[in-house]
């Protein structure tokens, strides 16, 4: 995983290009109606790449933050699952910064890629066939579940993180545009947060391992 600075995420490099040549070929040519979609088009991807700087902000031990820009939806129990209590739902749609961000200082234990489809979250058959990918993250003592799952989108999801290395919490590991985020989370854990609240990743504390 390699820190990205810059103001805009590496991983939205090929489509501001591709959207600059598209504004040079109309202009070149004097499409001009073309041309000024391919500036919108443009723009819009600087505008969901965007990749502001934050200072973290210094929690206790133990703590999560979000991993992602968005909306509480949902605070559920889990019943079924003898690993995990409770899970977290949170909304980012186009508006939110696009940017994943690791919960906790840990250790990523297992990541699972799965490619497929990028249906509307209206649809019933988006949870079982829409692309995701699921991260556990470990540190001495506790496990947490990410999982990222895309709705409507025209970006897959990036994920750049390997196995085992040590992440700082807050650090940047990918790029999700337009998905949910389910966080699931053990017994001993206390919810910091609410269903309709907006967070932020990496500053949105969203609760402490006990």
């Known amino acids: 995983m390699k ?43 600087i505008y969901i790449f ?40 949170i909304d980012s749609s186009y508006l939110d910064v696009s940017l994943l961000r690791v919960p906790l200082s840990s250790s990523l234990v297992s990541i699972d890629i799965k490619h497929g489809a990028r249906l ?24 947490l579940k990410v999982q990222h799952m895309l709705k409507k989108s025209i970006v897959p999801i990036n994920v750049d993180l390997l196995i085992e290395k040590k992440l700082l919490q807050g650090s940047r590991y990918g790029v999700m545009v337009n998905g949910i985020t389910a966080l699931y989370l053990p017994q001993n854990f206390r919810i910091n947060v609410n269903v309709g609240d907006e967070v932020k990743a990496s500053q949105a504390l969203i609760g402490y391992f006990s």
């Open 50 to 89: 965007r990749n502001p700087e934050r200072q973290n902000v210094i929690y206790e031990k133990n703590s999560v933050v979000s991993p992602v820009d968005g909306t509480i939806i949902s605070i559920d129990e889990i019943k079924q699952d003898s690993n995990y209590s409770y899970k977290i739902l």
């Open 120 to 143: 509307s979250d209206f649809s019933p058959l988006s949870k079982k066939i829409n692309e995701n990918t699921e991260l556990i993250f470990k540190d001495n003592e506790n496990v």
């Open 3 to 45: 820190n990205n600075l810059l103001p805009i995420a590496k991983e939205g490099w090929i489509y501001i290009g591709y959207g600059i040549l598209s504004i040079l070929i109309t202009s070149l040519f004097g499409f001009e109606i073309l041309e000024f979609f391919s500036f919108i088009i443009t723009g819009f991807f």
